[in-house]
């Protein structure tokens, strides 16, 4: 049996990359990513978060995650552009449009990155890196930002490689690549090692990502659990976690993000759950499903895992009703400790056409009124969201 072909591909700073790009469009003449710029907060308040920076702005140790007035402070001429969700929807939804091209094994795991299974698609490229190199300049050419393709023979190791050199790239981390490619990096490096984690480590000697690989498991697995052993087969690049294509996923839509700084408040966890139920919603609907059952996990610093589901009022697929009891069950589950991981899924899905369930305050939407609901939501993803009002 061949072995496996994967790829992961990662949008180079995709929030920043399609603003600059829009603006380009648009006829501004400045190019975010070649100044020192970050998507997040705006210049009146001076709040909310970096959610994406520039490579100029990196010079300046700023960092994705950490407060905009903090970033100010390094680097005062630095230039804010707030965060523009509808747009990035929209470049995501292009982009995998046109990698499902290439491949039609994918698996999209936030709004900018998915994986591939390339196994047997590469044959006609010669080899996986003209592939992925097609690819990519591909990507570059029809929409003007770039991405970085990391390739391997599973999911873990792909994802690894493409978080090497940026951007624009494309990366081998094969497993007889592990020790000179993967194992002198700090172990802080490796997916899955968080700052808790990596503490813990620094503790026990264990710097570069081939100090863990070589440690004995048991040693690993009585000071950190189960995550003691994943991150130990992770260092030695074991997974076996499969690519879950289009159709298995319709089982079950949504979406999960591990945070770059752990979520500390209801607020900033509740930005994330907004942005996963916007996502989870999109698919919902380039999928044709509704969504009946609606769940929330939690994966706190500790790596302890929670999650809690609840049945809908009726079955649905919009973004602000997914994001009410997603947001219900968040508030059941939270127990205050630092949040590294957070998901929305849903469930028992019915296709489109299916009646809808009458709820005990509302009929159920006729065929007339579903298809008016699909005509004004086209309307707004071309000419925006304000364009149509309710009258009252």
């Given at each position: 049996?061949d072995q496996k072909?994967?790829?992961?591909?990662?949008?180079?700073s995709a929030?920043l990359?399609?603003t600059?790009?829009e603006?380009l469009?648009?006829?501004?003449?400045l190019?975010?990513?070649?100044?020192?710029?970050?998507i997040g907060?705006?210049?009146?308040?001076?709040h909310?978060?970096?959610?994406?920076?520039?490579?100029?702005?990196?010079?300046?140790?700023i960092?994705?995650?950490?407060?905009?007035?903090?970033?100010l402070q390094k680097?005062?001429?630095?230039?804010l552009?707030p965060?523009?969700h509808?747009l990035?929807?929209?470049y995501?939804k292009?982009?995998?449009?046109?990698?499902?091209?290439?491949?039609?094994r994918?698996?999209?795991?936030?709004?900018?990155?998915?994986?591939?299974?390339?196994?047997g698609?590469?044959?006609?490229?010669g080899?996986?890196?003209?592939?992925?190199?097609?690819?990519?300049?591909?990507?570059r050419?029809a929409?003007?930002f770039?991405v970085?393709?990391?390739?391997?023979?599973?999911?873990l190791?792909?994802?690894?490689?493409?978080?090497?050199?940026?951007?624009?790239?494309?990366?081998?981390?094969?497993?007889?690549?592990i020790?000179?490619?993967?194992?002198?990096?700090?172990v802080r490096?490796?997916f899955?090692?968080?700052?808790?984690?990596?503490a813990?480590?620094?503790?026990?000697?264990?710097r570069?990502i081939?100090?863990l690989?070589?440690?004995n498991?048991k040693?690993l697995?009585?000071?950190?659990?189960?995550h003691g052993?994943?991150?130990?087969?992770?260092?030695n690049g074991?997974?076996?976690?499969?690519?879950?294509?289009?159709?298995s996923?319709?089982?079950?839509?949504?979406?999960?993000?591990?945070?770059?700084?752990?979520?500390?408040t209801?607020?900033?966890?509740?930005?994330?759950?907004?942005?996963?139920c916007?996502?989870v919603?999109?698919?919902?609907?380039?999928y044709?499903?509704?969504a009946?059952?609606?769940s929330?996990?939690?994966?706190?610093?500790?790596?302890?895992?929670?999650?809690?589901?609840?049945q809908l009022?009726?079955?649905t697929?919009?973004?602000s009703i997914l994001?009410h009891?997603?947001c219900l069950?968040?508030d059941?589950?939270?127990?205050?400790?630092?949040?590294?991981?957070l998901?929305?899924?849903?469930?028992?899905?019915a296709a489109?056409?299916e009646?809808?369930?009458?709820?005990?305050?509302?009929?159920?939407?006729?065929?007339k009124e579903l298809?008016?609901?699909?005509?004004?939501?086209s309307?707004?993803e071309?000419?925006?969201?304000?364009?149509i009002?309710?009258?009252?």
């Amino acid at each position: 049996m061949d072995q496996k072909l994967i790829f992961h591909i990662d949008v180079n700073s995709a929030y920043l990359s399609w603003t600059a790009v829009e603006k380009l469009k648009n006829g501004d003449a400045l190019d975010l990513r070649e100044i020192p710029s970050i998507i997040g907060g705006d210049m009146a308040s001076r709040h909310g978060v970096v959610l994406a920076k520039s490579i100029p702005a990196k010079a300046y140790h700023i960092t994705t995650g950490e407060p905009v007035a903090h970033a100010l402070q390094k680097c005062p001429n630095l230039l804010l552009v707030p965060p523009d969700h509808k747009l990035y929807d929209s470049y995501s939804k292009r982009l995998m449009e046109l990698l499902v091209t290439f491949c039609p094994r994918i698996e999209q795991v936030s709004i900018d990155e998915c994986y591939m299974d390339f196994t047997g698609y590469e044959k006609p490229y010669g080899n996986p890196i003209t592939a992925a190199c097609a690819i990519k300049d591909a990507v570059r050419d029809a929409f003007g930002f770039t991405v970085n393709i990391g390739i391997s023979s599973n999911k873990l190791l792909a994802k690894m490689a493409s978080d090497f050199q940026k951007p624009d790239r494309v990366h081998t981390l094969f497993p007889e690549e592990i020790p000179a490619k993967m194992w002198p990096l700090p172990v802080r490096d490796l997916f899955m090692v968080g700052k808790s984690s990596a503490a813990t480590l620094e503790k026990m000697e264990i710097r570069t990502i081939g100090d863990l690989a070589r440690t004995n498991v048991k040693i690993l697995e009585s000071h950190m659990k189960s995550h003691g052993r994943l991150i130990w087969e992770f260092a030695n690049g074991i997974d076996d976690s499969p690519v879950h294509t289009e159709e298995s996923e319709l089982k079950c839509v949504g979406n999960s993000t591990t945070l770059s700084r752990d979520a500390e408040t209801a607020m900033e966890a509740k930005e994330t759950i907004r942005s996963l139920c916007r996502q989870v919603s999109s698919r919902l609907k380039r999928y044709h499903q509704l969504a009946g059952m609606v769940s929330t996990e939690i994966r706190y610093a500790s790596f302890v895992r929670v999650s809690h589901q609840m049945q809908l009022p009726a079955v649905t697929d919009e973004e602000s009703i997914l994001y009410h009891h997603a947001c219900l069950l968040f508030d059941e589950l939270w127990n205050g400790e630092p949040i590294r991981l957070l998901g929305v899924r849903t469930s028992k899905l019915a296709a489109e056409p299916e009646p809808v369930q009458m709820t005990l305050f509302d009929l159920p939407k006729t065929q007339k009124e579903l298809r008016a609901e699909k005509a004004m939501q086209s309307i707004q993803e071309r000419f925006g969201k304000d364009v149509i009002k309710k009258g009252f």
